[in-house]
């Protein structure tokens, strides 16, 4: 009989194709990491509320979807600056105005006509909803009010093409006064 010899992988071959393995899986998981990242990437907005010695400025970091580039738009004059991406709009932003801070009382009947009782706990309102946060206990200053009415966080939408400038100043001055947030 022939003498027959036994071809397989060396112990140096094997290993090599484990490295192999190895470092392909993590591309892999690495390009993945990447592609999720894109699509739940964060952008800063800040937004100034007030005029003049009043004026106060905050940060906010706003979660968007969109797979495009995003821009920061910065706003201290009372003017609404917009943002643009590869595939949308994002960042609208609004500041102070003439009115400063906002007024209170008109801010009471937008959150009364807006409904957003329905979602939101305000005692001064006499609402009890519980989709979005308790207003009462969170307790939001006037300027995260104005970025969450603006541009939305989560389940609640973005008030920005429902609600002008003056009118997101009036409801955050009516939540921040109600709840002492400041």
């Avoid at 390009?31 to 964060?42: L, S, Y």
């Avoid at 979660?63 to 590869?86: I, L, N, P, V, Y």
């Avoid at 997101?168 to 921040?176: G, M, P």
Wanted: charged share 15%; proline share 2%.
């Amino acid at each position: 009989m022939a003498d027959r010899r036994r071809r397989g992988w060396t112990d140096a071959g094997a290993e090599a194709l484990v490295v192999l393995i190895v470092l392909g899986l993590m591309a892999v998981s690495v390009f993945t990491g990447w592609v999720a990242g894109r699509a739940t990437r964060e952008e800063t907005t800040t937004v100034t509320v007030g005029s003049g010695s009043s004026t106060t400025s905050a940060t906010s970091t706003v979660e968007t979807t969109t797979t495009g580039m995003t821009s920061t738009a910065e706003t201290s004059t009372g003017t609404t600056s917009t943002g643009t991406t590869g595939t949308g709009t994002t960042g609208t932003t609004s500041g102070g105005g003439s009115s400063g801070g906002g007024d209170a009382a008109a801010g009471k009947a937008i959150f009364a006509n807006y409904g957003c009782g329905s979602c939101h706990t305000l005692e001064a309102a006499g609402t009890s909803g519980n989709i979005g946060p308790n207003l009462d206990e969170a307790k939001p200053s006037r300027t995260l009010v104005v970025v969450r009415v603006t541009n939305g966080k989560g389940a609640m939408p973005s008030f920005k093409d429902t609600l002008n400038d003056k009118q997101i100043r009036d409801v955050a001055a009516y939540v921040a006064s109600s709840t002492g947030g400041g």
